[in-house]
C-alpha cells in the first residue's frame, strides 16, 4: 500500500470519529434539555371557569382546562380525559375563578341533597382547608386510665376556627355530631389530600399506644 492510499485512510477513519463525536454530543446535548427543560412537569388539568358556588354542577360550562405545572401527584387532579367524570359531580365547597379542581374539591351528585353543617369544637385545632377530610376521634376515660376511641372518620371540613371546625354531615348523623360536640372531647387528625381512608382503632393503655404506633 503506498504511503498516499494510507494517509487517505488515516484522513477518513480521523473525519467518521469526529462525525460520530458531533451525534453523540449532539444527543448528550438533546437529552440535557429535556431534563433542563421546567415544562416536562406541566400538565393540562382542570380548573374553575368561573366562580363556582358549593354544590354547583361541574358541567362543560363551568371547567377549563389549564397548562400547569404541578409538583404534586396527578392522581390527586383531573386532567384531559375526566371530562365525563367532572360532569357527573359537584362542587364540596366555593370555588374561585382559575382554581385548580382537586379530588377533595368534589363531591357526588346525591351528596349535594342531604347536608349539613354542625360546629364541633375541637382541641388543638390543625390546619385544614376547606374540603379537606379530618377523623374526630374522642378522649375518654379516666385521669388514670384514659382511652382514644374512633368517632367519625372521613368528615369533610367546611371551615376551621381557633375553637372547632365547621363540618358537612348527612342529616343522619347530625344528632350524633351536636352530641359529641356538647358531650365528647374530641380530636381531629388532618388527612392529606388523596389520602385512603382513616384506619385509626382504640387505644386504652400505654401498650396499646405503642404498639399502634410502630404499625404502618
Known sequence: MSSYRRLDM????????????????????AVLLVFAN???????????????PAGASLG?????LQRMSVASSQSLFFGRGDESTLSGL???HDLLSGQLI???????????????LVFVPVKDVPAAD???????????GTPDHPTVIPFALGVEVR?????????????RQASAFVYAADAMRLVAVIAEP???????????????????AVQR
Not at 40 to 46: A, L, P
Open 10 to 29: 488515516i484522513q477518513r477513519k480521523r473525519w467518521l470519529v469526529a462525525f460520530a463525536a458531533l451525534g453523540i454530543g449532539g444527543s448528550v446535548s
Open 38 to 52: 421546567p415544562a416536562r412537569d406541566s400538565v393540562d388539568v382542570y380548573v374553575a371557569a368561573r366562580d363556582l
Open 60 to 64: 362543560v360550562d363551568a371547567i377549563a
Open 90 to 92: 359537584r362542587a364540596s
Open 102 to 116: 382537586q379530588r377533595s374539591d368534589v363531591m357526588g351528585p346525591s351528596s349535594a341533597t342531604d347536608r349539613r
Open 130 to 140: 376547606p374540603g379537606s377530610k379530618v377523623d374526630l376521634l374522642v378522649v375518654g
Open 159 to 171: 371551615s376551621t376556627s381557633p375553637n372547632g371546625l365547621t363540618v358537612m354531615v348527612t342529616s
Open 194 to 212: 388523596g389520602a385512603s381512608e382513616g384506619a385509626e382503632g382504640p387505644v386504652s393503655s400505654a401498650d396499646e399506644a405503642m404498639a399502634a
